[in-house]
């Protein structure tokens, strides 16, 4: 895979060559290059922003430094299936443009599993009031451009959602983790575990300052250790998200899951989804 970060601060993204994302640079498993936008400047101050049309509070990044970059990066790209600007925009294996902002859509596990199946991805991340909306319209012809909000929260700029994205999406990648098997159970991983939280794990030694781990995950019993962690991550569920229990299709449930929602307050609603009993225990 293919990586480009476009920044006006090269040096924030200096984590990317550390931890896990780093290695997976050095094994060779990931090309990621950080470019300056102001290398795509003209002019002697090497100017990024301006005052935005209509007024208002801020600045707003120029279309041109970004458009000189990303012309530049795109033609430099991994090839892509077919021919042709349009056909690019539109292929599963043509760019990938992601701009970080907090008007965007959720960046959730289901998109970094997306991204992660794209062989280039091009993160245009901005500081100010964001980006003269041009950029997105012009790229949206020649890439597929995903506006992303890493939360409900205002940040400086786009680089640290930057770090967060790539992290979420390198990890997903094959022979990134050592042990295939270690994303099966993340949290808001697709599959049985899907719409849980992970609940709480445990290591050596067996008791730490006189708190003991849980008896049942020494024991070795699979079924029992499996029906341990379900309960408690459909407890921390309950607790931390309410709204992923609520969303989660009926038929999620099994009947010791039906039994231990009911004790904690939660009950099938007309169409079968789950809602917190009005009294009940929730909140
Ligand atoms: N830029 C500033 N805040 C952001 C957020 N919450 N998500 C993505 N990009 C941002």
Do not use: C
């Amino acid at each position: 895979m293919r990586l480009d970060v476009i920044t006006i601060f090269p040096e924030y993204l200096a984590p990317l060559r550390l931890s896990l994302v780093g290695k997976a640079a050095d094994r060779g498993l990931l090309d990621i290059r950080i470019h300056d936008l102001r290398a795509w400047t003209r002019d002697r101050h090497h100017t990024v922003d301006d005052t935005p049309y209509g007024g208002g509070p801020g600045m707003v990044m120029k279309p041109e430094p970004w458009g000189e970059a990303l012309d530049e990066i795109l033609a430099d790209g991994p090839p892509t299936d077919g021919d042709g600007a349009e056909t690019a925009a539109r292929s599963d294996t043509g760019p990938v443009l992601v701009v970080p902002t907090p008007s965007g859509r959720p960046f959730t596990q289901e998109i970094a599993a997306e991204l992660a199946e794209r062989p280039h991805l091009v993160f245009a991340p901005a500081r100010y009031e964001g980006i003269d909306r041009r950029v997105v319209e012009e790229y949206a012809e020649r890439a597929e451009v995903r506006e992303l909000s890493i939360g409900d929260y205002v940040l400086a700029g786009g680089e640290a959602p930057v770090l967060v994205m790539v992290e979420a999406v390198v990890r997903l990648l094959p022979g990134v983790l050592g042990n295939v098997e270690s994303h099966r159970d993340d949290s808001f991983a697709a599959g049985s575990m899907a719409h849980l939280l992970e609940g709480p794990v445990y290591t050596k030694p067996p008791v730490w300052r006189g708190r003991e781990v849980p008896e049942i995950l020494l024991g070795g019993h699979h079924g029992n250790i499996a029906r341990w962690r379900r309960d408690h991550a459909l407890r921390r569920t309950a607790e931390h998200r309410p709204d992923l229990l609520r969303a989660a299709p009926p038929g999620s449930w099994d009947r010791p899951d039906l039994r231990l929602l009911a004790e904690l307050g939660w009950e099938p609603d007309a169409d079968g989804r789950f809602g917190p009993r009005p009294g009940g225990m929730e909140e």
